[in-house]
């Protein structure tokens, strides 16, 4: 008895898992988007981190250079936007760095509290219902092809809430998706485990996401998850340098950028994706004759926000543009919005003690990529990126560095 005692106590509980799961479906699931509310996900995700304190996680990582820069960020925050008189970013802006924070702490504390085999089984019933909601979200997009567009700039109230309550998938959702797409593929050529049914669930939930990702037409996001396409593939061997695929993705979609997009638009009229080859026809123009006007109003919006910071390089000035995370923060935050890049900088730092070297590498730079071309959505993409992929990546290979026995030493960074 005493044997069978001590062995049901080594292992954790699934009530964390069950309530983190529901955390998950509710910022996610596409078909809640109409009942999302930030304050009852912020008790939820208290709530959680209360459970693992009450049934004794065991965090080995040393957070606290990520506990003081969060809390750092969170009062730049309120301190800027306050003397700034826009309080009503406020919440927009926490919620960025509190899901980042959330979805970490989730991943690193399940990661460490369960063995490997559990945290693969967590993410396949997730996959699942991301699955669902990628079916939901694409069918929107056969019935209306420019859904997730509106979804993500339409000034009709209306045409948003109806959107979302058909489910549709927004640009949080399509970004985050990318990231996915480079997890499951991962675990795909080097999970050797003979877990054939939940491997075929994984090929499903990439093929759609694929899918999803090039209908609902965001050039950046189509990019991004070639790159990662492109890498997955190319690195297939665990000693393949990470700069040969960098370099010859670039050179080559430099290269040869107009038969690229030229594909793209065969591509999407063979298949009839209207928005996406639209889009890829509106690029090559813009490439070949430079009239392509969202990209100038882009490229002014990115203008404006150096400007607005080499005025005010200390404290940032009160201009609150889009289209760029990054520029955007150093507009209006100045100097300090280095507190909040320190921050995400201190995140990816701990993913590393657990993720091969060429994945972090990958990931980092996709990021800066989308973050650095585009507005980052906290809500969505966040839970994928900051909880699900540092998942897939630690379970891709049969590595797992807190399952060993002979090491029981706290990580340190």
């Given at each position: 008895m005493n044997r069978i005692y001590n062995a049901l106590n080594k292992r954790q509980g699934v009530l964390p898992l069950f309530?983190?799961?529901?955390?998950?479906?509710?910022?996610?699931?596409?078909?809640?988007?109409?009942?999302?509310n930030f304050y009852f996900n912020f008790v939820l995700m208290a709530g959680f981190l209360v459970l693992t304190f009450?049934?004794?996680?065991?965090?080995?990582?040393?957070t606290s250079k990520i506990l003081i820069s969060f809390a750092a960020a969170v009062i730049i925050y309120v301190v800027f936007l306050?003397?700034?008189?826009?309080?009503?970013?406020?919440?927009?802006?926490?919620?960025?760095?509190?899901y980042i924070f959330f979805w970490s702490m989730a991943a690193f504390l399940v990661i460490q509290n369960y063995s490997k085999k559990t945290v693969f089984g967590f993410l396949t019933v997730n996959l699942i219902i991301l699955l669902i909601s990628t079916v939901v979200a694409t069918g929107v997009l056969r019935e209306y092809p420019f859904a997730s567009r509106d979804l993500a700039g339409a000034a009709d109230i209306y045409t948003i809430n109806n959107l979302k309550s058909l489910g549709a998938a927004g640009?949080?959702?399509?970004?985050?998706?990318?990231?996915?797409?480079?997890?499951?593929l991962r675990i795909l050529l080097f999970n050797k485990n003979r877990w054939r049914i939940i491997k075929a669930v994984i090929i499903i939930c990439v093929l759609t996401t694929i899918f999803l990702v090039f209908k609902a037409s965001y050039s950046i996001a189509i990019f991004a998850m070639l790159f990662f396409i492109l890498f997955a593939l190319l690195t297939?061997?665990?000693?393949?340098?990470?700069?040969?695929?960098?370099?010859?993705?670039?050179?080559?979609l430099f290269l040869f950028r107009i038969q690229v997009l030229n594909a793209f638009i065969s591509f999407g009229e063979y298949f009839e994706i209207e928005a996406f080859t639209m889009h890829a026809k509106e690029l090559l123009e813009a490439i070949t004759y430079e009239t392509y006007e969202e990209d100038i109003i882009r490229v002014q919006i990115w203008r404006k926000a150096l400007m607005e910071f080499a005025a005010h390089p200390i404290v940032g000035g009160s201009w609150n543009g889009g289209h760029s995370f990054i520029l955007q923060h150093m507009a209006l935050f100045g100097m300090f919005s280095s507190v909040v890049f320190v921050f995400i900088s201190y995140?990816?730092?701990?993913?590393?003690?657990?993720?091969?070297?060429?994945?972090?590498?990958?990931?980092?730079?996709?990021?800066?990529?989308?973050?650095?071309?585009?507005?980052?959505?906290?809500?969505?993409?966040?839970?994928?990126?900051f909880m699900m992929l540092p998942m897939m990546l630690y379970c891709?290979?049969?590595?797992?560095?807190?399952?060993?026995?002979?090491?029981?030493?706290?990580?340190?960074?």
């Amino acid at each position: 008895m005493n044997r069978i005692y001590n062995a049901l106590n080594k292992r954790q509980g699934v009530l964390p898992l069950f309530l983190l799961s529901i955390i998950f479906i509710y910022s996610t699931c596409t078909l809640l988007q109409n009942y999302y509310n930030f304050y009852f996900n912020f008790v939820l995700m208290a709530g959680f981190l209360v459970l693992t304190f009450l049934e004794k996680f065991i965090l080995k990582l040393k957070t606290s250079k990520i506990l003081i820069s969060f809390a750092a960020a969170v009062i730049i925050y309120v301190v800027f936007l306050f003397f700034k008189g826009l309080t009503s970013l406020l919440t927009l802006y926490i919620s960025t760095v509190w899901y980042i924070f959330f979805w970490s702490m989730a991943a690193f504390l399940v990661i460490q509290n369960y063995s490997k085999k559990t945290v693969f089984g967590f993410l396949t019933v997730n996959l699942i219902i991301l699955l669902i909601s990628t079916v939901v979200a694409t069918g929107v997009l056969r019935e209306y092809p420019f859904a997730s567009r509106d979804l993500a700039g339409a000034a009709d109230i209306y045409t948003i809430n109806n959107l979302k309550s058909l489910g549709a998938a927004g640009y949080g959702y399509i970004y985050g998706s990318v990231f996915l797409v480079f997890g499951m593929l991962r675990i795909l050529l080097f999970n050797k485990n003979r877990w054939r049914i939940i491997k075929a669930v994984i090929i499903i939930c990439v093929l759609t996401t694929i899918f999803l990702v090039f209908k609902a037409s965001y050039s950046i996001a189509i990019f991004a998850m070639l790159f990662f396409i492109l890498f997955a593939l190319l690195t297939f061997r665990k000693k393949s340098p990470v700069t040969v695929p960098l370099v010859l993705f670039f050179f080559i979609l430099f290269l040869f950028r107009i038969q690229v997009l030229n594909a793209f638009i065969s591509f999407g009229e063979y298949f009839e994706i209207e928005a996406f080859t639209m889009h890829a026809k509106e690029l090559l123009e813009a490439i070949t004759y430079e009239t392509y006007e969202e990209d100038i109003i882009r490229v002014q919006i990115w203008r404006k926000a150096l400007m607005e910071f080499a005025a005010h390089p200390i404290v940032g000035g009160s201009w609150n543009g889009g289209h760029s995370f990054i520029l955007q923060h150093m507009a209006l935050f100045g100097m300090f919005s280095s507190v909040v890049f320190v921050f995400i900088s201190y995140v990816f730092k701990i993913w590393s003690k657990f993720i091969d070297k060429q994945d972090m590498t990958i990931t980092v730079i996709a990021f800066i990529f989308i973050t650095l071309f585009n507005s980052y959505a906290a809500g969505e993409s966040s839970a994928m990126i900051f909880m699900m992929l540092p998942m897939m990546l630690y379970c891709k290979s049969d590595f797992s560095f807190f399952d060993s026995r002979k090491n029981k030493e706290a990580i340190k960074i």
